[in-house]
């Protein structure tokens, strides 16, 4: 594991507001085409917040093979690719108290040939690679107006608080898009506990420097860029 240190100046890439659960999994499928095998990202946000849509949406811009579900659980779930791209290696850290404890999970064994995406991964996953994508998922700032919001506050990034486990629908936000019978729902369409999702993108290292405007032009389709 490579040691994170300060970590790389962190490169904005993007801030964007994403109105439903299926715009979320075109956000997904639009990253996909720009990861490349050894790719790192991080996401972060509360309970509910719609990270697990937005995995879904790269798995199935990846091509793998699904279904992409939370691993909460399992901590870590390999997805290969149907169509000889890379691997979706899918973690998440919710259940990891340290950098030491995701070390034992071995999933830099994986990372210079699949892509890496860690749910709750702030704070224990940044040393795996040099360079990452931070992706923090927040709902709108209490008051904002429609093409002025920002990300919400540390609840965006923080670790969980006592008696906030996956599943259970608790957490700081309205209704989350994940869960049991979790679906695309009608392509483009809104469904149940649709709301409104601030996703913010931050490069952090050699290569998203180098892939900021690539990035902004790939998502810019994908809902109002903020």
Not at 102 to 122: K, P
Not at 133 to 147: F, Y
Request: negative net charge.
């Amino acid at each position: 594991m490579i040691p994170a240190g300060g970590g790389p100046a962190p490169c904005p890439q993007a801030e964007i507001s994403i109105p439903t659960a299926a715009r979320m999994r075109s956000l997904g499928r639009r990253l996909a085409a720009l990861l490349r095998p050894g790719d790192l990202v991080v996401l972060n946000g509360p309970l509910g917040a719609g990270k697990t849509t937005l995995v879904q949406g790269i798995g199935d811009g990846l091509g793998v093979r699904g279904p992409v579900t939370s691993p909460t659980f399992v901590i870590a779930r390999i997805h290969p690719s149907l169509r000889g791209g890379p691997a979706l290696v899918h973690a998440d850290a919710y259940r990891l108290g340290s950098p030491a404890e995701v070390d034992d999970l071995d999933l830099d064994a994986d990372l210079d040939r699949s892509v890496t995406v860690v749910e709750w991964g702030g704070g224990l996953v940044e040393g795996l690679a040099p360079s990452w994508l931070d992706v923090t998922i927040s709902w709108p700032s209490p008051g904002a107006a429609a093409g002025q919001l920002t990300a919400a506050g540390p609840a965006a990034t923080g670790r969980p608080g006592p008696g906030d486990e996956p599943g259970t629908g608790r957490g700081p936000g309205p209704a989350g898009w994940s869960g049991p019978g979790d679906g695309p729902g009608p392509a483009g369409g809104s469904g149940p506990g649709d709301e409104p999702r601030v996703v913010r993108l931050t490069g952090r290292g050699g290569r998203w420097a180098a892939a900021a405007e690539s990035v902004h032009l790939a998502i810019s389709g994908a809902a109002e860029v903020l």
